[in-house]
């Protein structure tokens, strides 16, 4: 069976937001000097406020957030790693949050092939959403028994979930995973894994 990677031809660069444009130096900073603003204001705001233990909230949620930007990187898939950092600077049908357990493992899957299929991935599923709805998609990466697990898991308000699970389920059958599965599929909630073999 074809890779999707394949169909959507080796040798092209996948720097990604899905616009198909790479992120320069100077835009790579601009974005995230606005999130850090972003997370100072509403720091200094609940302290304007006297609202301490909201403001103590709001650190603990940027550590833990930083902690899992630093687990994203080490899975040692840059280009994987990219897409996921910087996904939600650009303006998005759906909310893209992640968490990754065990990151020192090491998946034996091209980082390429990954990040084309997630991309191909998060297309399909902006075509099939609700615009403006309060669309969230989270990603969990673990290892389990047999290889590295991509758990996804979407809420929000799906407009065709008939053709949305039969795209969906199309993708999962590319050749790049050993193993795959739908969970769920509705009207409001999409649950599906894949999982990668593991490296030596």
């Known amino acids: 069976m074809t890779s999707l990677s394949e169909k959507l031809g080796k040798g092209i660069?996948?720097?990604?937001?899905?616009?198909?444009?790479?992120?320069t130096v100077v835009q790579a900073l601009r974005h995230a000097r606005h999130d850090w603003m972003n997370h100072i204001q509403l720091i200094k705001g609940y302290i304007s406020l006297g609202k301490i233990e909201e403001a103590e909230r709001a650190i603990e949620n940027i550590i833990i957030q930083a902690h899992q930007e630093s687990?994203?990187?080490?899975?040692?898939?840059?280009?994987?790693?990219?897409?996921?950092?910087t996904f939600n600077w650009e303006a998005r049908s759906f909310n893209l949050e992640y968490e990754v357990f065990n990151e020192e493992v090491k998946a034996h899957i091209s980082d390429e092939a990954l990040t084309s299929w997630c991309a191909a991935l998060f297309?399909?599923?902006?075509?099939?959403?609700?615009?403006?709805?309060?669309?969230?998609?989270?990603?969990?990466?673990?290892?389990?028994?047999e290889g590295l697990?991509?758990?996804?898991?979407?809420?929000?308000?799906?407009?065709?979930s008939k053709t949305l699970s039969q795209e969906v389920e199309e993708l999962l059958r590319d050749s790049l995973f050993q193993r795959s599965q739908m969970h769920l599929i509705s009207s409001g909630e999409l649950q599906f894994e894949v999982i990668a073999s593991l490296g030596s």
Request: aromatic share 14%; with cysteine; glycine share 2%.
């Open 13 to 23: 660069p996948v720097r990604m937001d899905m616009k198909n444009d790479t992120w």
């Open 71 to 85: 687990h994203l990187c080490n899975l040692r898939l840059p280009m994987f790693a990219e897409l996921l950092l």
């Open 123 to 145: 297309r399909t599923l902006e075509q099939y959403i609700k615009l403006y709805a309060d669309n969230h998609l989270y990603l969990l990466v673990d290892k389990t028994e």
């Open 149 to 160: 697990r991509f758990f996804f898991e979407f809420s929000g308000i799906i407009t065709d």
